[in-house]
């Protein structure tokens, strides 16, 4: 506390009024409105447990052993903490298996949508082919459609493709197809493709390049930040997909960890893990994610403005 | 473009002008049919992955939803045309009441419990001046766990003998409750889930909006002698009230899919008490093997979601404008 008053009582400089917000700098130098300042940032402080809480809860349980998790009132920290907890569940849960299938979806989920979204995005802001305002309002106009409203036709239509009868039924294809048909994506590499001028574009189509130099020569390199930002929710998404996956995949051989932790842990399992383990089994299943997190915040960040939400 | 095409086009037909003017038109037609062709050819190519992955999965599935509403489907037998039977049976049915009831008791507590918190953690963390990266990493951390997780996390602290949440109030001498076996805490039990696992993001996008409000206009505010409420009032908030009415209509039609949490933390009980639309179309689906059913009650839920989508559509016509 001492030392970020010392750090406030310096005199507020100009430079810092370009970043002001609702409240001013110079507003702050007044104790009353220090002492306000300091409690609302405590309350969000406190508040930060409504959800560090529970993810604490998660990790602590994790490491009780199975009489030590049913005690009443509980411990907040394990008297002997059952390290051994996390081994046992990573083997008792299969986690290669299913890590390594969650890793496949996802990848293969990146893959396809950047090359389906990239290929569309860039005719739709560089070729500019007859028609493109149809075609755009066409894909754009999936947006409002939510898959689940054609949940159980699309299960129909995997189990049985129309002309070549072919199922995709406990095959990743049919979880990675599906998800390729991202209006979204196009949307956000289409706004970003149309940030790099034109004049480049045509600049290069005058020496002779052809569409497919410019796409992979001039508009892919230039536009890393945006496909990071798409390959990072891609990979979240796909991570956190559940409903899609456990209709699709019923073979436990080919299932993501998702589905995989409710058919072994779910009201529906036969043999319910215990608790301990089912907890360790969650951090295993949350660390991934949360490290992609820590690692990738500002693409995240940047991802969120870049679907033209800032209105 | 469309003006210099006839020009160009005419080009070829110059060698045959001596030849009679049937095959004068041709020539012209045909030339102007080449360069349509190689001026577009290759942004057509560079769409035809996305039209193929979209009309077969996509628009295809949408047609095909409309198609076995009218018919009998259990996915063995051949499929059988009949008519409004299956809508019949639906609006028949005592649960399709209930699951509606629900899901718009789910919205109604989601957006009571979910609306406003977003957007006062928003404001409040943009006029931190410490720790801003903290709190957003602290209140977005649950949007990124997979939602199977949080659901089980929460069965376990909602547990009524020996979670967390009964042993805290038991520590400050209030009495627990059994939330999930309990026909009237079930649903809005489900509803603190779900809202803790996707307020983060809805704040997150609060925050990149209010970065967007000019600090001028707080500036020529609080020179006129306007106080802070003044300020949100007039200023903060109307300027992202685009963004607040979007994530209103989005939040709504989040909500109404809401499958996850009462699928997997109370499996749709107790009591049929969390039976949502969704988990009503997966029971048609895979416990009755009625597709045609299934279908026909997801060509309502469309027809529903519909309504608020074209609310959304018209908001975000600026995303959709031809340029």
Known sequence: MAMFTLRRRRPPRLEESFERTLVSPLVLTHPGARAIYWSVFALLLLSTLITFGPLYWMFSSALKSSIEIFQSPPTIWPLHPAWSNYSNAWSVLQYPLYFGNTLILAAGAVILQLLVSATAAFSLSKLRPAGKNIIQFVFFSTLMVPPVVYLIPQFVNISDLPLIHVSLINNWAGVWLPEAASALNILILKSFFDTIPTELTDAARLDGASPWQLFSRIILPLSRPALAVVTIFTVVASWKDFLWPLLVLFNPEVQPLSVAIYHEAGINSNFPLPFNYLMAGLVLASIPPILLFLLFQRQIIRGINLTGLRG | ?323
């Not at chain 2, 026909?183 to 704040?203: D, I």
């Not at chain 2, 059913?293 to 469309?302: D, K, N, P, T, W």
């Open chain 2, 1 to 323: 473009m469309e003006r210099s095409s006839p020009s160009r086009g005419a080009r070829p037909s110059r060698s045959a002008r001596s030849e009679e003017s049937v095959s004068r038109g041709e020539g012209l037609a045909l030339g102007r049919a080449r360069l349509f062709i190689s001026r577009n050819l290759g942004g057509y190519l560079f769409l035809l992955p996305a039209l193929f992955i979209f009309a077969l999965f996509v628009w295809y599935p949408l047609v095909l939803g409309f198609k076995l509403s009218f018919q009998s489907v259990d996915m063995i037998n051949p499929a059988i045309w009949v008519g409004w039977a299956n809508y019949q049976k639906v609006l028949a049915d005592p649960l399709f009441g209930v699951a509606w009831h629900n899901t718009l008791t789910f919205t109604g507590y989601a957006l009571l419990f979910g609306y406003l918190v977003p957007l006062v953690l928003a404001l409040l963390i943009n006029e931190m001046r410490h720790g801003k990266a903290l709190f957003r990493l602290a209140f977005y951390l649950p949007v990124m766990l997979p939602p199977i997780v949080t659901a089980f996390l929460w069965l376990w602290l909602y547990n009524a003998d020996f979670g967390l949440i009964n042993a805290l109030l038991q520590a400050v001498h209030l009495p627990g409750g059994l939330w999930l076996e309990n026909q009237s805490t079930a649903l809005p039990a489900l509803v603190v889930v779900a809202t803790w696992g996707a307020a983060g993001s809805t704040m997150l996008i609060y925050l990149a909006a209010l970065q967007g409000v000019p600090a001028s206009l707080y500036e020529a505010a609080e020179i006129d002698g306007s106080n802070l409420w003044q300020r949100i009032w007039h200023i903060t908030l109307p300027t992202i009230r685009p963004i607040m009415l979007l994530m209103l209509v989005l939040q709504i039609i989040a909500t109404m899919q809401v499958f996850t949490e009462p699928f997997t933390i109370t499996g749709g009980g107790p009591n049929n008490a969390t039976l949502t639309v969704l988990i009503l179309i997966y029971r048609y689906t895979f416990q009755d093997a009625e597709f045609g059913e299934a279908s026909a009650l997801g060509v309502i839920l469309f027809l529903v979601l519909a309504v608020f989508a074209l609310i959304y559509m018209r908001m975000t016509s600026r995303l959709m404008e031809a340029d």
